[in-house]
């Protein structure tokens, strides 16, 4: 079973990532961490249920990984697209306990296991080898914890509370089969649109507020 771990606001420059959320939710989302693995960093807040929220951009100071970078953050280019366009919310991310068995059916989709960091791993992620989103953003990135969850701990916690997800498709009914095939828990619940849109209803402090 997959079970939704984050979602994630890609975005150009870590400044703008916040601005955005910032306009959205009258929260300002502190700093996270930098990935000296992904030459990323980001800004991360809670959502309750063991969920959070991740601002996500390339770390203009960090090294090139290497390899495909995660969230399709080599494309800039696409990024600051998806970004005019109002694709903000761009993503999520699902926590599953069997990576192993989900590439070895689904490898095409969501790409090769990458144990991270590489020189001491402590959980595996999914990543396309052109680093690309899986499905363009419609199915989730993968990780595994490999037994030690992210710690809420250490991430802020505003009173912010992720009450819906809503994904934006042109075929919802291949989407949700997909999922189900998947045993996603809790899916995103989907509704026809033009291209891949997602957005989430969340409460804050300030009132119901909704992430683009």
């Avoid at 939710?25 to 960093?41: C, E, I, K, S």
């Avoid at 809670?46 to 969920?51: E, H, I």
């Avoid at 203009?60 to 903000?88: H, N, Y």
């Amino acid at each position: 079973m997959l079970k939704l771990d984050h979602i994630t606001v890609i975005a150009p420059t870590l400044r703008e990532g916040v601005a955005h959320v910032r306009d959205c939710l009258a929260l300002d989302v502190p700093f996270g961490t930098r990935h000296h693995y992904m030459g990323t960093h980001n800004h991360r807040l809670q959502l309750g249920n063991g969920v959070y929220l991740e601002i996500v951009a390339l770390d203009p100071d960090g090294k090139t990984p290497g390899r495909a970078r995660w969230f399709g953050l080599d494309d800039q280019d696409a990024v600051r697209q998806d970004w005019d366009e109002g694709r903000r919310l761009r993503g999520w991310v699902a926590a599953t306990n069997d990576l192993q068995a989900i590439v070895a059916a689904h490898g095409t989709v969501f790409g090769n296991e990458v144990p991270l960091p590489p020189e001491d791993p402590a959980f595996a992620f999914t990543i396309p080898g052109d680093g690309t989103l899986p499905a363009d953003g419609a199915l989730p990135s993968l990780i595994d914890h490999r037994g030690n969850p992210t710690s809420m701990d250490d991430i802020p916690e505003l009173g912010a509370r992720l009450r819906t997800l809503t994904l934006e498709h042109p075929d919802p009914a291949t989407i949700e089969k997909l999922y189900r095939v998947l045993a996603v828990d809790h899916p995103p619940r989907i509704v026809k649109g033009r291209e891949i849109r997602y957005r989430a209803q969340i409460d804050t402090p300030a009132g119901a507020k909704e992430l683009t």
